[in-house]
């Protein structure tokens, strides 16, 4: 039985929600949890993404700001929605000032989603390649859960890169998925090695084309930089991965025309 989702998404909607709990990740990034007002059913696809409407700067002038959805669609919670949030500016640091500024008073913070046309969308039966860059990890985690919620036997390969030991904050959370599913591999990956790192280092796409040589039936889901995007593509199709099969924000917001001619 193919086990696809369907290509299209669900209609676009803004919805008054309250921020529940801020906790820390890890030094520097942040989990954010918001639930819809009332009883407002929020609708979207594993692998999209959000924007909150954010007075950061406290002068009247409300700012659009998009994240990844970290968790997927669950009907027994249809109003959660779980955001990472990185802490390494000054910028995202009065994001997350003034978000906690709202879970104190309980006033609502106005979110429009879904957004973004690289959800989840491909036959489960067929091998998956998911890879994430530093906080692409978030929209990973997300369809990760969706696929072992729908085809809890799918073969997926996750791989995720940082560029220090402590930013991987979601270490085990990948790790006890792969132990309870036979068919799904995590590997963690440090750009640069160190003494201080046990695993794998490089780039993704040398780690990934040293544990297969066959890609050409992969669906790949890539979160991360438009040049770790399309290098990682272009990198992997002596192993077989097709452009068309992959899926990525940036084919929507940095078009690889667009990169060409810059």
């Known amino acids: 039985m193919s086990t696809a989702f369907t290509g299209t998404s669900t209609p676009r909607a803004t919805y008054g929600c309250q921020v529940t709990n801020i906790s820390p990740l890890s030094a520097g990034t942040f989990e954010v949890?918001?639930?819809?007002?009332?009883?407002?059913?929020?609708?979207?696809?594993?692998?999209?993404?959000?924007?909150?409407e954010l007075d950061v700067n406290g002068d009247g002038q409300q700012q659009s700001l998009s994240y990844s959805i970290a968790n997927s669609f669950d009907r027994s919670a249809p109003r959660r929605l779980q955001l990472f949030i990185d802490n390494q500016t000054t910028f995202a640091g009065r994001v997350l000032a003034h978000l906690s500024r709202l879970s104190k008073s309980g006033a609502d913070l106005m979110v429009t989603l879904p957004m973004g046309r690289a959800f989840l969308q491909t036959d489960l039966q067929l091998p998956h390649l998911l890879v994430a860059a530093g906080s692409g990890i978030s929209k990973i985690k997300c369809l990760t859960e969706q696929i072992l919620r729908q085809q809890p036997d799918a073969t997926v390969s996750i791989y995720w890169s940082n560029r220090r030991v402590d930013e991987f904050y979601l270490l085990e959370w990948f790790r006890r998925?792969?132990?309870?599913?036979?068919?799904?591999?995590?590997?963690?990956?440090?750009?640069?090695?160190?003494?201080?790192?046990?695993?794998?280092?490089?780039?993704?796409?040398?780690?990934?084309?040293?544990?297969?040589?066959?890609?050409s039936n992969a669906q790949a889901y890539l979160c991360g930089s438009p040049q770790m995007v399309y290098g990682t593509i272009d990198q992997l199709q002596a192993r077989g991965l097709q452009e068309q099969n992959c899926y990525s924000d940036a084919f929507e917001y940095a078009p690889r025309k667009e990169r060409l001619a810059s």
């Open 33 to 52: 949890e918001l639930r819809s007002a009332g009883d407002a059913a929020l609708d979207y696809r594993a692998g999209q993404y959000l924007t909150l």
């Open 177 to 215: 998925r792969a132990d309870q599913h036979p068919n799904v591999s995590f590997t963690p990956i440090l750009e640069s090695p160190t003494s201080h790192w046990p695993g794998r280092s490089g780039y993704l796409y040398q780690v990934i084309g040293q544990d297969t040589d066959d890609l």
